[in-house]
């Protein structure tokens, strides 16, 4: 290797070394911040459109799941 190569080499780590440690700060900075925010969520809201979706979804599946037991023990009565 020729001396320039090996001096850019030499010096790459250090570089990628100091990268990597501002990196790691700025996702614990991050991941501390997100904690934060999430602890100031109040779980006592009044549900919102999607929740009212979601709750219509589950009771039709409820009525689709009892629908089909009785289909079944009625199918099984005639065999």
Same mark, same amino acid.
């Given at each position: ?9 030499? /010096?790459?780590?250090?570089?990628? /070394? ?5 990196? /790691? ?55």
């Amino acid at each position: 290797m020729n001396s320039n190569t090996s001096v850019v080499v030499d /010096g790459g780590l250090q570089i990628v /070394g100091i990268i990597v440690l501002v990196l /790691g700060i700025v996702v614990f900075l991050l991941w501390k911040s997100m904690n934060r925010q999430i602890k100031k969520i109040n779980i006592d809201l009044p549900p919102g459109p999607q929740d009212e979706r979601i709750a219509e979804d589950e009771h039709f599946t409820e009525e689709a799941v009892v629908r089909g037991e009785e289909e079944r023990d009625e199918d099984e009565q005639r065999a």
